[in-house]
């Protein structure tokens, strides 16, 4: 089929029933596939094997969506709300953005596995976060590893970079320098729709002047993407109520689904997506199909089939021992007077903007009352209003889900990053609630005024301070172990590290302090065979503050079968240390027929916990297995 063709065939299709059935058919060939006919070990094979291909597909038609929509527009339409002042805010804010606050895996585990995963994605068309690597006569080889519960929208973005310019970890932070951009240039479009240029202006401001932004917007986490894909989605879906086409059709269901696969509750925006067509439909008076479409609901299956993984696998969820459930009503006192600490502390300990968090939460107030008040003719509201009620609510819904989370506590610098659609909404909400009093074009300038000297004034010093990342123990520590793994690169070395991670996205041979912990007898073969040059262990200690006895934590003990040569120690906090060792010697116990017995339950818990299960990790795993 011509090009032409790909783009006619992505118009609205006849009204003939046959197009409904299929509609139908999808949708139940989806939930059959997502909920039912697949069990959690079957589920990670599919996601491994076609998770990437189903991506790619699906960003491939948001691709189409994208240039059918401009080619649908008019030049007026898609200028008549350019604003150069604007724009040279957003370019400005964005760079500045990026100079203060360090470059670096900010939130250790999570943005360290979205890396992992993109290698894999890279490297192999996999979706796949190794944990365990050996080098075998120059071949990196992967013997374990899991799928990760987050969704990998992120990871495949920045795939593609790593396939445009190569491999390379620092690949992250350039991507979301990229989308800081574009993120800032995408609210300052939408609100200048809510508002006129000024709000534009205004919102641009109040959000880079969140220092939380630059925390984010210089690591390699996917928190920036997800408020690209929220704009993104809300602009699309104010298009589709003003114009009824397909283009706008098509551009907002593929924003919608990929939205939906950025962020773990990014699903629950289907919701007003769906409402949204359905209200185009009802001005239509007819149900208008085209083949995105028909093939939406297959495109969403990736997300049952990972959440089906997060469930049969509970560590996932991180629970402390003495909870059973993530999600509970308890927690919402507690974490609602941590989220007014994280809004209100006039503090550089905090990420949080004085001036976006009073001016947003007024906002708010007023934004419920504007809405309350249209209740009974909400039919009647603009575009841009009906959107931005149906998203705020999705966005309120999802923090109000967070308070009831157990590790819901906003002014923590790990759980802070989940507060940014909130801000968003609030960097939003400002310019709409005060279009509401019809100020003068002096009383615009004065906000704009206002939030440009906060921006420079005090979030940019904020930032260059970086007191919330520096203090950030687990932060300091990671760039502490890259850093010692670039030096030794090229030795040929093995790295043993309680999470491997580090070492994986510098593609290091590499396992955690748990493994390396029951393969003594292997490791010992390795050495007196020379596969590597030296073995390093990394190990997390906990200090006694009276007796200043250092007690290895859980996932950092070795047992007593290695000898040590203690190279760098460093002190990231109190009662927090950390230790660099060289692997001299291996003293393997000699082991009867319960010792093997345990061992082998202990390895088969191990590769439980990797959940890969394919043909080729059994090989590798039976061939470590057999060495003496």
Same mark, same amino acid.
């Given at each position: 089929?011509?090009?032409?063709?790909?783009?006619?065939?992505?118009?609205?299709?006849?009204?003939?029933?046959?197009?409904?059935?299929?509609?139908?058919?999808?949708?139940?060939?989806?939930?059959?596939?997502?909920?039912?006919?697949?069990?959690?070990?079957?589920?990670?094979?599919?996601?491994?094997?076609?998770?990437?291909?189903?991506?790619?597909?699906?960003?491939?038609?948001?691709?189409?969506?994208?240039?059918?929509?401009?080619?649908?527009?008019?030049?007026?339409?898609?200028?008549?709300?350019?604003?150069?002042?604007?724009?040279?805010?957003?370019?400005?804010?964005?760079?500045?953005?990026?100079?203060?606050?360090?470059?670096?895996?900010?939130?250790?585990?999570?943005?360290?596995?979205?890396?992992?995963?993109?290698?894999?994605?890279?490297?192999?068309?996999?979706?796949?976060?190794?944990?365990?690597?050996?080098?075998?006569?120059?071949?990196?080889?992967?013997?374990?590893?899991?799928?990760?519960?987050?969704?990998?929208?992120?990871?495949?973005?920045?795939?593609?970079?790593?396939?445009?310019?190569?491999?390379?970890?620092?690949?992250?932070?350039?991507?979301?320098?990229?989308?800081?951009?574009?993120?800032?240039?995408?609210?300052?479009?939408?609100?200048?729709?809510?508002?006129?240029?000024?709000?534009?202006?205004?919102?641009?401001?109040?959000?880079?002047?969140?220092?939380?932004?630059?925390?984010?917007?210089?690591?390699?986490?996917?928190?920036?993407?997800?408020?690209?894909?929220?704009?993104?989605?809300?602009?699309?879906?104010?298009?589709? !109520?003003?114009?009824?086409? &397909? *283009?706008? #059709?098509?551009? /907002? $269901?593929?924003?919608?689904?990929? @939205? %939906?696969?950025?962020?773990?509750?990014?699903?629950?925006?289907?919701?007003?997506?769906?409402?949204?067509?359905?209200?185009?439909?009802?001005?239509?008076?007819?149900?208008?199909?085209?083949?995105?479409?028909?093939?939406?609901?297959?495109?969403?299956?990736?997300?049952?089939?990972?959440?089906?993984?997060?469930?049969?696998?509970?560590?996932?969820?991180?629970?402390?021992?003495?909870?059973?459930?993530?999600?509970?009503?308890?927690?919402?006192?507690?974490?609602?007077?941590?989220?007014?600490?994280?809004?209100?502390?006039?503090?550089?300990?905090?990420?949080?903007?004085?001036?976006?968090?009073?001016?947003?939460?007024?906002?708010?107030?007023?934004?419920?009352?504007?809405?309350?008040?249209?209740?009974?003719? !909400?039919?009647?509201?603009? &575009? *841009?209003? #009906?959107?931005? /009620? $149906?998203?705020?609510?999705?966005? @309120? %819904?999802?923090?109000?889900?967070?308070?009831?989370?157990?590790?819901?506590?906003?002014?923590?610098?790990?759980?802070?990053?989940?507060?940014?659609?909130?801000?968003?909404?609030?960097?939003?909400?400002?310019?709409?609630?005060?279009?509401?009093?019809?100020?003068?074009?002096?009383?615009?300038?004065?906000?704009?005024?206002?939030?440009?000297?906060?921006?420079?004034?005090?979030?940019l010093p904020i930032s260059a301070r970086s007191y919330p990342t520096e203090r950030y123990l687990a932060y300091r520590e990671t760039d502490w172990f890259l850093d010692f793994i670039r030096e030794h690169k090229d030795e040929g070395a093995y790295f043993v590290i309680p999470s491997p991670l580090p070492a994986v996205i510098l593609r290091e041979a590499t396992c955690s302090n748990t493994n390396f912990k029951i393969r003594a007898p292997e490791i010992d073969y390795h050495l007196k065979r020379g596969t590597y040059s030296r073995v390093y262990v990394f190990q997390h200690f906990a200090e006694n503050l009276v007796t200043g006895e250092l007690v290895e934590t859980e996932n950092s003990l070795i047992g007593d079968e290695y000898e040590l040569e203690l190279l760098e120690e460093r002190k990231f906090g109190i009662g927090w240390r950390s230790r660099i060792s060289l692997l001299t010697r291996v003293i393997p116990k000699p082991?009867?027929?319960?010792?093997?017995?345990?061992?082998?339950?202990?390895?088969?818990?191990?590769?439980?916990?990797?959940?890969?299960?394919?043909?080729?990790?059994?090989?590798?795993?039976?061939?470590?297995?057999?060495?003496?």
């Amino acid at each position: 089929m011509s090009l032409g063709g790909l783009f006619l065939s992505m118009g609205f299709l006849p009204q003939r029933w046959p197009y409904r059935v299929l509609l139908l058919l999808s949708a139940v060939l989806a939930i059959w596939i997502g909920f039912f006919s697949l069990s959690p070990e079957e589920a990670v094979t599919v996601i491994r094997k076609g998770g990437y291909w189903v991506m790619a597909a699906t960003v491939g038609l948001f691709a189409l969506s994208v240039v059918q929509y401009l080619r649908a527009v008019r030049l007026g339409e898609a200028t008549e709300s350019m604003d150069w002042i604007r724009w040279l805010m957003v370019i400005a804010a964005g760079i500045l953005l990026q100079i203060h606050e360090p470059h670096g895996f900010k939130i250790i585990m999570d943005e360290l596995v979205l890396e992992a995963t993109s290698m894999s994605m890279h490297m192999d068309r996999e979706v796949f976060c190794p944990l365990q690597i050996h080098n075998f006569d120059g071949a990196d080889l992967v013997f374990g590893g899991v799928i990760d519960k987050r969704p990998y929208f992120f990871a495949f973005l920045l795939s593609g970079l790593h396939d445009l310019t190569g491999y390379r970890p620092e690949n992250a932070f350039f991507l979301n320098a990229v989308l800081t951009v574009v993120l800032l240039g995408l609210v300052g479009a939408l609100t200048a729709r809510l508002t006129n240029r000024y709000g534009g202006r205004l919102a641009v401001l109040l959000l880079a002047g969140l220092p939380l932004l630059a925390i984010n917007a210089t690591g390699g986490g996917f928190e920036i993407l997800n408020l690209c894909m929220i704009t993104i989605t809300m602009l699309a879906a104010v298009s589709y !109520l003003q114009r009824n086409d &397909a *283009a706008s #059709l098509n551009f /907002l $269901l593929m924003s919608g689904i990929l @939205l %939906a696969q950025t962020r773990y509750e990014s699903v629950l925006f289907i919701v007003p997506v769906g409402l949204i067509i359905a209200i185009g439909w009802l001005r239509m008076r007819s149900i208008k199909l085209t083949v995105p479409i028909l093939c939406a609901p297959l495109l969403l299956v990736p997300y049952p089939l990972l959440n089906s993984i997060f469930q049969a696998y509970k560590t996932f969820w991180q629970l402390p021992a003495h909870l059973e459930s993530p999600f509970s009503l308890e927690f919402l006192p507690g974490n609602l007077s941590h989220a007014v600490a994280f809004l209100f502390e006039f503090t550089p300990l905090q990420s949080n903007s004085i001036l976006l968090s009073f001016t947003g939460v007024v906002a708010l107030v007023f934004f419920g009352l504007f809405f309350l008040r249209r209740a009974l003719h !909400l039919h009647d509201l603009p &575009a *841009a209003h #009906l959107v931005l /009620l $149906l998203f705020g609510v999705v966005i @309120l %819904a999802n923090f109000l889900l967070l308070m009831c989370y157990h590790w819901g506590q906003i002014d923590q610098y790990e759980v802070s990053r989940l507060a940014l659609p909130l801000m968003l909404l609030m960097a939003l909400t400002v310019p709409f609630v005060l279009m509401d009093f019809k100020p003068s074009q002096t009383v615009w300038s004065g906000f704009v005024s206002v939030s440009a000297v906060f921006f420079f004034f005090v979030a940019l010093p904020i930032s260059a301070r970086s007191y919330p990342t520096e203090r950030y123990l687990a932060y300091r520590e990671t760039d502490w172990f890259l850093d010692f793994i670039r030096e030794h690169k090229d030795e040929g070395a093995y790295f043993v590290i309680p999470s491997p991670l580090p070492a994986v996205i510098l593609r290091e041979a590499t396992c955690s302090n748990t493994n390396f912990k029951i393969r003594a007898p292997e490791i010992d073969y390795h050495l007196k065979r020379g596969t590597y040059s030296r073995v390093y262990v990394f190990q997390h200690f906990a200090e006694n503050l009276v007796t200043g006895e250092l007690v290895e934590t859980e996932n950092s003990l070795i047992g007593d079968e290695y000898e040590l040569e203690l190279l760098e120690e460093r002190k990231f906090g109190i009662g927090w240390r950390s230790r660099i060792s060289l692997l001299t010697r291996v003293i393997p116990k000699p082991r009867d027929e319960d010792d093997v017995d345990e061992l082998r339950m202990i390895r088969r818990e191990v590769n439980l916990r990797n959940m890969d299960d394919s043909e080729e990790s059994r090989i590798r795993r039976d061939f470590v297995d057999m060495l003496p």
